[in-house]
């Protein structure tokens, strides 16, 4: 039978709506006794059919699916061409049905709240899981309250009202907005599907089942990511654990997760040998979706790095800025700034020799560029004006 787990200190909990240990406060993991293999991307087409061994909960309801996962695995010709690298791709999820990889686990989530007998599902967010709890709420008719860090783009908040949902505002950053939802949640009977959620880890594993399977579980040596709360690569690396475990792939990917150095608290605390991250004073990067000061799944990624299991570095706005503009140059493919770091760290390692010509790599691209345009003003692009004759 499934189980919670904490990621900290081990101690059991029921699958119930605790979403951290009361003990050490660190996230809860769910947990099986034993596992069955998904089907295969080939096999079954709606996300939440094809998963559902790999689920913990049963009676799931597959019509609340709005078309999630199975995003396509693209080589990146022109990224191998520069690097050196002999194979890479680019895991695309900015095809999901709201534009980011926050789908996959959304749809588990909410999924999750019917369960437990939710009517009322909430979340904290920068914007692409703000846009995304609005949406599976809408489908499967909960009410839904998404907040926002006061700061974020005027731009960023019709695509999320358009749901229907109490959009609010709130007072902070997106690391303080997230503990005080926790403890609002209990008050207002409002299941937070946010960041590090163990049942949208769940969903949020199933993109390494993806990969691996998109590449017939040959052996990968490097999972590059982008890196906020750490829930998405925490759920990435389990999902390479689980592969390991099911007997599909011989040895996990080494999972590097990539932050932008104006906000870089776990790579900071790795890069100096520490248990525990700290708040990072004063933010400031173009990669808004992942300038998090105060990662709620932080130490929990630093004991994957002490493990040997992962690493996390920063790279900078302007090799962010380039990685976008190859992207879209190169690749033909528009990605929000958040989306490029890993691309800037391929580039940057590539350059090091750290990541060599007998390396397979897969990247994952995030979310779409149309969810921040806002960034476009950095490439300083100009049209042509035709000449009339």
Known sequence: MPYLACTGCGKKHPLATDLRCADCGEPLEVRYETLTPPARLTEEPCFIARNVNIFPFPNLRPELSLGEGGTPLVEAVHLQRETGIGEIYLKNETVNPTWSFKDRGTSLGVQAALQLGFERVGTVSSGNMAASVAAFAARAGLEAFVYVAADIPESKLGPIAIYGCHLTRGTGDYGSLYYHALAFGKERGIYFISSDNPFRIEGQKTLAYEILDQLDYEPLDFIVLPVSSGGN???????????????????????IGVQAAGCSPIARAAAEGKEKIEPFPNPDTIAHAIANPFPPSGNRILRKVREGRATVMAVSDEEIIAAQAFLAQKEGLFVQPASAAPVAAVRRLAAAGTLRPEHRVAVIVTGSGLKDTGALAHHHLEGETAERR
């Open 233 to 255: 690569m925490a759920a990435v690396i389990k999902g390479c654990e689980e592969l390991v475990a099911l007997g599909l792939i011989q040895k996990a990917p080494f999972v």
